[in-house]
Nanobody, 115 residues
Framework: VQLVESGGGLVQPGRSLRLSCAASGFTFSNYVMTWYRQAPGKERELVASINRGGTITNYADSVKGRFTISRDNAKNTVYLEMNSLKPDDTAAYYC?????????WGQGTQVTVSS
């Protein structure tokens, strides 16, 4: 089982990034996918989640209207489109797959928003 995040980096405030999380080793379409983030000295927080079919999404208040989660079950990949980035969005971003007690995590990708 593997979840591999990519797409992080250093970006100026107001710019955009798209994160990807590629899954392998399990039936991706059976799993709810969630993006979390953790900033230094802070607890890990839920950013966005998406149901198995990609029809229901949920967002943290802090990212509503700026971030969009989506998934492509044919490509076993979940995405996080991040627009209007702010310095407070700086964190390590992790994807998680969950299904009835099973839980998998990626290794994370760093996003730094700074001028």
């Amino acid at each position: 089982v593997q979840l591999v995040e990519s797409g992080g980096g250093l970006v100026q405030p107001g710019r955009s990034l798209r994160l990807s999380c590629a899954a392998s080793g399990f039936t991706f379409s059976n799993y709810v996918m969630t993006w979390y983030r953790q900033a230094p000295g802070k607890e890990r927080e839920l950013v966005a989640s998406i149901n198995r079919g990609g029809t229901i999404t949920n967002y943290a208040d802090s990212v509503k209207g700026r971030f969009t989660i989506s998934r492509d079950n044919a490509k076993n990949t979940v995405y996080l489109e991040m627009n209007s980035l702010k310095p407070d969005d700086t964190a390590a971003y992790y994807c998680q797959a969950t299904d009835r007690g099973y839980e998998y995590w990626g290794q994370g990708t760093q996003v730094t928003v700074s001028s």
